[in-house]
């Protein structure tokens, strides 16, 4: 995905001079953090990839109830996951990638989402094992194009008895 990591090295860059953090840059995460501008939901991976975990929180977590944007549930849910910046809750890192499982997107993030809350279903991270309801999302993420669900539903089905 080079236009990812173009966009991430934008994000991260920073002018060899020392900025007053009074005097944010535009490029800087920091001045996205309370911005009512969608291309904010970007920043919270750069404010979590420089160990600006809470400013990433907030954002992710201003997104979500801006535009239910299934990009930074993945992120906050994946801090939840970790217990980065945030206290390890996997049933609630479990309820967003189920929220963001049903939500239909223009970027595929959702069937990111589908693939990811499959899994949970299948290890009965953060929700009780359920394998039938894990198929259905990964075929569904499968179908989609992702890779990795496919993957992990030929592991899931080779090995049921």
Same mark, same amino acid.
């Given at each position: ?8 090295? *934008?994000?991260?860059? $920073? ?26 939901? +970007? ?11 809470? @400013? ?9 109830? &801006? ?8 992120? +906050? ?5 970790? /217990?980065? /910046? ?6 609630? @890192?479990?309820?967003?990638?189920? &929220? ?11 069937? +990111? ?6 899994? @949970?279903?299948?290890?009965?991270? /953060? $929700? ?16 989609? /194009? ?6 992990? +539903?030929?592991? *899931?089905?080779?090995? @049921?008895?």
């Amino acid at each position: 995905m080079p236009a990812v990591a173009l966009l991430l090295a *934008l994000l991260l860059a $920073t002018p060899a001079q020392a900025q007053d953090s009074q005097d944010e840059g535009d490029l800087s995460y920091k001045a996205y953090v309370h911005s009512d501008k969608r291309i904010k939901c +970007l920043y919270g991976y750069a404010a979590d990839k420089t160990g600006d975990h809470a @400013a990433a929180v907030a954002i992710f977590e201003d997104c979500i109830r &801006r535009w239910n944007d299934v990009y930074s549930m993945i992120w +906050l849910a994946q801090l939840y996951e970790t /217990g980065i /910046g945030v206290t390890k809750d996997l049933v609630q @890192a479990t309820a967003l990638m189920r &929220r963001g499982a049903h939500t239909n997107d223009d970027a595929a993030y959702a069937r +990111l989402a589908r693939y990811h809350y499959g899994v @949970a279903l299948a290890e009965g991270r /953060g $929700t009780p094992r359920d394998l039938p309801q894990a198929k259905t999302w990964l075929r569904q993420a499968a179908q989609e /194009g992702v890779r990795e669900a496919a993957d992990y +539903l030929d592991r *899931l089905e080779g090995a @049921a008895p």
